[in-house]
T-cell receptor
């Protein structure tokens, strides 16, 4: 079992729809969770982080965390073609006492005009 | 500078040569991380620096890889006797502090190609 799992996609949604990206993790002691966006040929860009169970909203983005189910998700409302990118889920494992991150393989999102 | 700066942006070298990759973190960030991203492997942690010391080197794939950080700022990742499997994008990230719950910000990376 991979430490951080994401569906590679592509996930295709029409412009204006809600895109839902999901991530599961294996280390139950994990405490912090990050979502990065990566455009083709570019480096990852931090868009959201969440530490506590529940929802965290920032503009069109909402991160959701359920530690009991070891599940974290990212919702993008009113999706735009510019949101088309690969979304990386990253987890700080409980087994580490540093900030090192374990990344999923990423989900490719396509927003069609 | 405003962000994490890495150089060179691209490096092509022959198998067996040594390479040095440089990272200049965001000013004031005490924690620095090296990752690499290759096709099929995703983004993998290599090493973590807090100040000038490296308490976590667990991701370095072999003893051909080493890194140092001086003055609590610039870091250099060195790969000796490069192999073709070392071809990847090497990414540096920094965060304000080194513990958990610290967002990391990435540089643009160095694309390394081993011929």
């Amino acid at each position: 079992q991979k430490e951080v799992e994401q569906n590679s996609g592509p996930l295709s949604v029409p412009e204006g729809a809600i895109a839902s990206l999901n991530c599961t993790y294996s280390d139950r002691g994990s405490q912090s969770f990050f979502w990065y966006r990566q455009y083709s040929g570019k480096s990852p860009e931090l868009i959201m982080f969440i530490y506590s169970n529940g929802d965290k909203e920032d503009g069109r983005f909402t991160a959701q965390l359920n530690k009991a189910s070891q599940y974290v998700s990212l919702l993008i409302r009113d999706s735009q073609p510019s949101d088309s990118a690969t979304y990386l889920c990253a987890v700080n494992p409980g087994s580490s006492n540093t900030g090192k991150l374990i990344f999923g393989q990423g989900t490719t999102l396509q927003v069609k005009p | 500078g405003a962000g994490v700066s890495q150089s060179p942006s691209n490096k092509v070298t022959e198998k067996g040569k040594d390479v040095e990759l440089r990272c200049d973190p965001i000013s004031g960030h005490t924690a620095l991380y090296w990752y690499r991203q290759s096709l099929g492997q995703g983004l993998e942690f290599l090493i973590y620096f807090q100040g000038n010391s490296a308490p976590d080197k667990s991701g370095l794939p072999s003893d051909r890889f080493s890194a140092e950080r001086t003055g609590g700022s610039v870091s250099t990742l060195t790969i000796q006797r490069t192999q073709q499997e070392d071809s990847a994008v090497y990414l540096c990230a920094s965060s304000l502090a080194g513990g958990k719950n610290q967002p990391q910000h990435f540089g643009d990376g160095t694309r390394l190609s081993i011929l």
